[in-house]
């Protein structure tokens, strides 16, 4: 008879923030599949869980998804958690998730903490709709090319980034989607838990007064809203942009995106005069 795959929500900071049943499964289960058993072996000693444990990580998750859904069809009960929060959320899981389903296992998730959802329920922006997408590239042309991408979406936008990226990453919201309303949420849940509100330009303007960034970093952007409506002329409004200091091309694309226009309209428009 095959067995049970748990995804268990674990604390992203506050040892406090775990259901009564998730400490029921994990003392229950066969065995716990832990991102880094170290990290996890912090959670279990403080309820004092003594189930085994096994690595499961990014470097080994191919091949012991493989290992762990053999177990599973055997009749294994395993529990799957991460560092920290929901597993499979910028964690690995998918590989081992998709296995037990292919294979028949019955996989039931605990709910619990996520940074996402902690941080977008304090920040103040809108909750009705939001995208989360996981780490924004690392690199500056591919960061850039995924928050431009987004520039129109009418959902608040909720990324991770590193502590050493965080300078950078405001400086590429700055450049692409303006002056919104941005929210970096710091330590969720634990002892230094900070929120820093304002535009990205005016937070990196705080940051930067700092000698370190530290801490688990969630990323929150203010959604898109309609532009009030230009009846400019398009040759005025690509001229205004480019003698505030935008190169000449860019501006072409924020007059067409904020006009409905494809790029080559406008630039049709421009070349008629």
Do not use: W
């Amino acid at each position: 008879m095959p067995g049970l795959l748990y995804i268990v929500a674990t604390p992203i900071g506050n040892l406090e923030d775990i259901t009564y049943r998730a400490v029921r499964v994990l003392r229950e289960v066969d065995l716990i599949a832990c991102e880094d058993t170290r990290q996890t072996r912090k959670l279990l000693d403080r309820y004092e869980i003594h189930t085994p444990t096994i690595s499961y990580h990014e470097h080994n998750e191919a091949e012991r998804a493989v290992e762990l859904a053999s177990r599973l069809c055997a009749g294994a009960k395993i529990a799957l958690v991460s560092d920290a929060g929901m597993p499979l959320i910028s964690d690995p899981g998918y590989r081992l998730v998709r296995a037990a389903v292919e294979t028949g296992v019955t996989v039931e998730p605990l709910p619990g903490p996520s940074a996402a959802l902690a941080a977008l329920a304090a920040s103040g922006l809108p909750t009705d709709a939001f995208r989360f997408g996981g780490f924004l590239p690392h690199k500056p042309g591919q960061r850039a090319k995924a928050l431009e991408a987004l520039a129109d979406d009418p959902a608040t936008l909720i990324f991770y980034e590193a502590p050493h990226r965080l300078i950078e990453a405001l400086e590429a919201i700055e450049a692409a989607l303006g002056p919104r309303p941005v929210v970096v949420a710091r330590e969720l849940t634990k002892i230094h838990e900070e929120f820093l509100r304002g535009t990205a330009a005016e937070i990196r303007a705080e940051l930067e007064t700092r000698e370190a960034i530290k801490g688990e970093i969630t990323l929150l952007i203010g959604k898109a809203t309609a532009p009030p409506p230009d009846d400019r002329p398009i040759e005025e409004a690509v001229r205004e942009l480019i003698g505030k200091g935008t190169p000449r091309m860019e501006a072409i694309k924020q007059v067409a995106r904020r006009r409905g226009l494809s790029k080559r309209q406008v630039y049709e428009s421009l070349l008629e005069k």
